[in-house]
């Protein structure tokens, strides 16, 4: 089993930053990639950046490449999620996935909110 959980969500306006942080507990040796996933209302939940257990390896979504940068601190069971230069579109629920054989444990989710 592992358990995640994320922070860092909140209200931000257009062109601004946050950064959002996933802690990972429980079979880490088991996790074999973490990701980053968003759900706007009305939407289906989409990959917005992944990296693998060893961070050398990343993926993005094309409408966050160049704005978004995700990166992990082994020492620290974390992964985070630099977001830079936000847009209104980029409202959503975030959730930190850890992809663990077939499964995916899902945190909690945290808000973002990109407005004037």
């Known amino acids: 089993q592992v358990q995640v959980v994320e922070s860092g969500g909140g209200l931000v306006q257009p062109g601004g930053s946050l950064r959002l942080s996933c802690v990972a507990s429980?079979?880490?040796?088991?996790?074999?990639?973490m990701g980053w996933y968003r759900q706007a209302p009305g939407k289906q939940r989409e990959l917005v950046a992944l990296?693998?257990?060893?961070?050398?390896?990343?993926n993005y979504a094309d409408s966050v490449k160049g704005r978004f940068t995700i990166s992990r601190d082994n020492a620290k069971n974390t992964v985070y999620l630099q977001m830079n230069s936000l847009k209104p579109e980029d409202t959503a629920v975030y959730f930190c996935?850890?992809?663990?054989?077939?499964?995916?444990?899902w945190g909690q989710g945290t808000q973002v909110t990109v407005s004037s």
């Open positions: 996935g850890a992809h663990s054989g077939a499964i995916v444990y």
């Open positions: 429980g079979s880490i040796s088991s996790i074999a990639a």
């Open positions: 990296v693998i257990s060893t961070g050398s390896i990343t």
